[in-house]
Every structure is written in C-alpha cells, then in structure tokens.
C-alpha cells in the first residue's frame, strides 16, 4: 500500500469519527476544537487531528461506541498502538 493510500484510509476513518460527534459538542482550548481538527486534517498531520479528536473527552461524554472504533483504526493505521490502547479503554468504558 502506498503512503497516499495509507493516508487515504487514515483521513477516512478521521472523518468517520468526526462526523459521529453530537452537535451539541462542548469546544475548549485544552480539549477538542473543531476548526483545529480540520486544519489538521487538511495539511496530512494525521496524528495531530487524531489527537484533536480524542481531546473530545476533556469536556465531553463520549460519542460512544463507533466514534472510538474509527479512532482505533486510524491509530493502528498510523502504527500508534499507545493510542489504540488508550482509545479502547473509552471504548470499553462507553
């Protein structure tokens, strides 16, 4: 797989998750910013987008389920297993 494809399927399952947050989300400086997520995500720093999206948890409840399988992919994707892990522990506590 090419690392156009790759990050193809990792920006994929970014959005995936993004578009699975309520509307009602709560934004914050320390959490998660929607306008930094996407700035993230349009210049390919995949990690830091993905870490934009868990900051989710700073002011919210979790999306659920769905939201942190999509993370975990990306993660796994990224050959980030320290996030993996850390996304299925609010996967498992969903």
């Given at each position: 797989?090419s690392?156009?494809?790759?990050?193809e399927l990792?920006?994929?399952?970014?959005?995936?998750?993004?578009?699975?947050?309520?509307?009602?989300?709560?934004?914050?400086d320390f959490?998660y910013?929607?306008?930094?997520?996407?700035e993230?995500?349009?210049?390919?720093?995949?990690r830091?987008?993905?870490?934009e999206?868990d900051?989710v948890m700073e002011?919210?409840?979790?999306p659920?389920?769905?939201f942190?399988?999509?993370?975990?992919k990306a993660?796994?994707l990224?050959n980030?297993?320290?996030?993996?892990?850390?996304?299925?522990?609010?996967k498992?506590?969903?």
């Amino acid at each position: 797989m090419s690392i156009s494809d790759k990050w193809e399927l990792i920006s994929a399952e970014l959005l995936a998750a993004y578009k699975l947050l309520p509307a009602e989300i709560k934004e914050s400086d320390f959490g998660y910013s929607e306008e930094d997520f996407l700035e993230y995500l349009s210049v390919n720093e995949l990690r830091l987008a993905m870490e934009e999206l868990d900051g989710v948890m700073e002011d919210n409840k979790s999306p659920g389920h769905l939201f942190w399988e999509h993370l975990i992919k990306a993660a796994t994707l990224m050959n980030r297993p320290e996030h993996a892990k850390k996304y299925e522990k609010y996967k498992v506590a969903t």
